[in-house]
């Protein structure tokens, strides 16, 4: 069974960078699929932020895409999501994704809230 | 860039009601069509892919239908489980959401 798990500060300043790194476990980022990030703010709808595959090649949310980067590493099997000068607009409840190659996502993380306050 | 619209933004509904989410697409979009739900507290659930294939594990009340720009997620029996709210998804583009409640 395949598991996602996030971790990373739950408090951000603004103007600061945001960084998230999310565990895999029941399979490998090297096996293929596409690893990504969503996000919901506090009572608003879900936004998907990017997806990145094992050999590196990224996709990512346009309107997010001047902020925002995701990274592999296989030798850990955990990927990691950047988004920097972080505003109030950022904070959200963060999940990590396993995605198919037509942004199917079958399975996510829990969960993280990342509030960004000073 | 490819909007997605869902309407309603809520609905109310009684168990055993049979419920039609719709999903307008601002550009044909084939059948590259998703359909999440999400329960407070709980990560997304996949319920269809590719406008009409259900998930391994999605309960047969949930079915998907559509194409080009009109898609459509129906509940032919609610269930209490089944109160929550469902999101349509077209790649980067996740729709408003419909929140189903009693």
């Known amino acids: 069974q395949v598991q996602l798990q996030e971790s990373g500060p739950g408090l951000v300043k603004p103007s600061e960078t945001l960084s998230l790194t999310c565990a895999v476990s029941?399979?490998?980022?090297?096996?293929?699929?596409?690893w990504g990030w969503s996000r919901q703010p506090p009572g608003k709808g879900l936004e998907w932020i990017g997806s990145i595959h094992h050999s590196g090649s990224t996709t990512y949310n346009p309107s997010l895409q001047s902020r925002v980067s995701i990274s592999v590493d296989t030798s850990k099997n955990q990927f990691s999501l950047k988004v920097t000068s972080v505003t109030a607009a950022d904070t959200a409840i963060y999940y990590c994704?396993?995605?198919?190659?037509?942004?199917?996502?079958?399975?996510w993380g829990q969960g993280t809230l990342v509030t960004v306050s000073s | 860039d490819i909007q997605v619209t869902q309407s309603p933004s809520s609905l109310s509904a009684s168990v055993g009601d049979r419920v039609t989410i719709t999903c307008r697409a601002s550009?044909?979009?084939?059948?590259?069509l998703n359909w999440y739900q999400h329960k407070p507290g709980k990560a997304p659930n996949l319920l269809i892919f590719g406008t009409s294939n259900l998930q391994t594990g999605a309960p047969s009340r949930f079915s998907g239908s559509g194409s080009g720009t009109d898609f459509t997620l129906t509940i032919s029996s609610l269930q209490p489980e089944d109160f929550a709210t469902y999101y349509c998804?077209?790649?980067?583009?996740f729709g408003q959401g419909t929140k189903l409640e009693i």
């Open positions: 550009q044909s979009i084939t059948n590259y």
């Open positions: 998804q077209h790649r980067h583009a």
């Open positions: 994704t396993r995605d198919t190659g037509n942004y199917v996502t079958g399975y």
């Open positions: 029941g399979d490998f980022i090297s096996n293929g699929n596409f």
